[in-house]
């Protein structure tokens, strides 16, 4: 069974930092990433990275956020900087099985606000 186990979220204020984890077991992955949906919103892509080391950011955080990948561990790491209150959402870890199977995890909340 594929497990994902999210981790991370929080409040912060404007300008500091949090980092997410997101841990897969259960399967051979070939794209892991995050996702995010604030309120009212439609769900949206974040970050991706791929088994071949490419990442992909949206615009609005470009610069400031960064995705990294432990293969071995199957985990994926998203550090945030510089948080403004517009990342304010509910972010999901989304990975592709190398049998191009998709799973999401539950989501973790972020909340940035002063």
């Known amino acids: 069974q594929v497990r994902l186990a999210e981790s991370g979220g929080g409040l912060v204020q404007p300008g500091e930092s949090l980092r997410l984890s997101c841990e897969a077991s259960g399967s051979i992955f070939s794209i892991m990433g995050w996702y995010r949906q604030a309120p009212g919103k439609q769900r949206e892509l974040v970050a991706t990275f791929t088994n071949g080391g490419g990442t992909n950011y949206a615009d609005s955080v470009k610069g400031r956020f960064t995705i990294s990948r432990d293969s071995a561990k199957n985990t994926v790491y998203l550090q945030m900087n510089s948080l403004k209150p517009e990342d304010t959402a509910v972010y999901y870890c989304?990975?592709?099985?190398?049998?191009?199977?998709?799973?999401w995890g539950q989501g973790t909340q972020v909340t940035v606000s002063s």
């Open positions: 989304k990975v592709r099985s190398v049998v191009e199977r998709d799973y």
